[in-house]
Every structure is written in structure tokens, then in C-alpha cells.
């Protein structure tokens, strides 16, 4: 039952909040010359548990979710979870999507590149934040992801300094820097020695402030620890919650931990707050 009434809500918000979802291929014909996409078509599955992952993405994209007549002054890129080898597209994805176009927010999916490719997943997402610049001048862009997805997108957010490909066109000539970030439930940013931070996650006075939530018995849990306390030396803003219990994956569902029912509110806050 609280998976179909969970199934409704957010059909309601895709029909009633957000206009035709767009998506688009996010590389231009002439390829950067250190940008390689092998050939293939997506191939997705659908899980038992509902979950729709996608086992192979090599042609990127950006698909937009966007809100009708919206005062908010932010949009947001998703990077969905999957270890870097698939793609938890709808709880990960679509159901991110729909919830912040349910806050009024206008979202955009960002489907990287997998499995196993995590410097072309880097490459994927500056390029896509550029993008979305492009076609918001007047909003803050914002990233969020989930387990690998928030590794993407905390990669993305303290990594803007070092480009991952040549720029090719006018719209690499804008910056891939993000104006804040969201990681939920993270994994592999205590990489380092002595599960440290993972050492390609520098940060410095560019860096913008980040929203983290973790569960206490996520098996991943000190990637948040390691790198909320690294934002805090850095004097970086950052909001950490940690929860007792909800383990990993959850995305919105709540039924598989309530944790799932904790930190939207949380992050709804966090981003009404959120100034510059």
C-alpha cells in the first residue's frame, strides 16, 4: 500500500508541477579531443525492488524537469547512484526530480557515463553544469547526488579549477564551478590513507557550501564525517546530519528507511536558507 500511495504523490507532481521532461545529448558532434564515447545503446533493467538501473550509458545526457512560472532562483543537477557501474535512474533520478519541482525547483537528471568510467563521469558532469548555465544565466546552479552520484558531485564541486576535457565550443567557455552542493548518503571520500579524504577532492576558499546527510549504520557512513570535518577546517559552510539508522540507498522511499522521510525535509530548509 505505502508503495502505491508513494507511486501516486509523485506521478501527481509530474503531472501537475513540471512540463514535458527534455532530454538532451550533452557532448557536441566534434568531440573534445580527450573525450572518447564507445558506441552502444542504453540498456536498463527493472529490479524486483523497483529499482530502474541503467547497466550501460555511453552517449550522456541532460534530461530537464522543469517547473512552470517558479520564483525560486536555483536549479539542480542529479547525479544518480550506482558505484559507478549502473545508474539507479528513477529513485535516484525521476523521483529527485519530481520532488524538487514539488518545492518549485527546476531539476535536470544527469545520466553519466557507465559502467566503470569515472573520469569520463567527471567529464560528463562539468560539461553539464556548463550547460545548465547556459540556460539559466539568471539562476545558482546547484548538484546533489546519491552514494556514487554524491562522490560525482562533490568531485565536480571541488575539482571546478582543473578542467576534465578541452574546452570545444562557447559553452565550455563558462565556468564549472557550482554555487553549493547536496551529497546524500555519500560513499568514497575517505579514500585517503588512514580512510582519510580521497585525495582528488581539494578544497579551498572556491569551494561552495555543501549540504550532507548520512545514516550512523550506512556502511559508508565516514565518507560524510571525513568530508564535513575537511569543509570545516577549510571554514567552508556545510550542514552534516547524521541519523541513527537507514543503512544505504534509500533515495525518497520510505518504506525502506525512514531516514528516506528525514532528510528532504532537511534539505528544504537548507536550500530556502541558503544565501550568497
Not at 580527450?34 to 540498456?43: D, F, H
Not at 526530480?97 to 527546476?106: E, M
Not at 585525495?199 to 550506512?218: G, K, R, S, W, Y
Not at 567552508?236 to 520510505?254: M, T
Request: include cysteine; glycine fraction near 6%.
Amino acid at each position: 500500500m505505502r508503495k502505491s500511495i508513494f507511486a501516486a504523490t509523485f506521478m501527481l507532481f509530474s503531472m501537475s508541477m513540471v512540463m514535458q521532461a527534455q532530454e538532451q545529448r550533452i557532448w557536441p558532434e566534434k568531440l573534445p579531443d580527450n573525450v572518447a564515447l564507445k558506441a552502444g545503446e542504453m540498456q536498463q533493467t527493472m529490479g524486483e525492488d523497483g529499482i530502474l538501473r541503467i547497466t550501460q550509458m555511453h552517449t550522456p545526457t541532460l534530461e530537464k524537469f522543469e517547473v512552470k512560472k517558479s520564483n525560486k532562483d536555483k536549479v539542480i543537477i542529479i547525479c544518480p547512484g550506482g558505484g559507478y557501474g549502473i545508474l539507479a535512474i528513477n529513485h535516484e533520478g525521476t523521483e529527485i526530480a519530481q520532488w524538487l519541482n514539488s518545492l518549485g525547483y527546476t531539476a535536470y537528471i544527469l545520466r553519466y557515463r557507465v559502467p566503470k568510467d569515472r573520469e569520463g563521469a567527471l567529464q560528463d558532469a562539468q560539461r553539464a553544469v556548463k550547460i545548465v548555465k547556459s540556460e539559466n544565466p539568471d539562476k545558482k546552479v546547484g548538484i546533489m547526488g546519491f552514494s556514487a552520484g554524491a562522490s560525482l558531485s562533490c568531485r565536480t564541486a571541488t575539482r571546478h579549477k582543473l578542467p576534465a576535457y578541452t574546452p570545444t565550443d562557447e559553452i565550455d567557455k563558462l565556468s564549472p564551478r557550482v554555487d553549493f552542493a547536496a551529497l546524500i548518503y555519500p560513499a568514497y571520500m575517505d579514500d585517503g590513507e588512514n580512510r582519510t579524504l580521497t585525495p582528488e577532492l581539494t578544497i579551498d576558499d572556491t569551494t561552495p557550501p555543501m549540504f550532507v546527510f548520512q545514516a550512523a549504520d550506512d556502511v559508508y557512513g565516514n565518507s560524510a564525517l571525513v568530508i564535513s570535518q575537511a569543509l570545516r577546517d577549510h571554514k567552508i559552510p556545510v550542514e552534516l546530519h547524521i541519523y541513527p539508522k537507514g543503512g544505504h540507498g534509500y533515495g525518497l522511499r520510505d518504506y525502506l528507511a525512514h531516514a528516506a522521510s528525514i532528510w528532504p525535509k532537511l534539505m528544504e530548509t537548507w536550500l530556502e536558507n541558503l544565501t550568497f
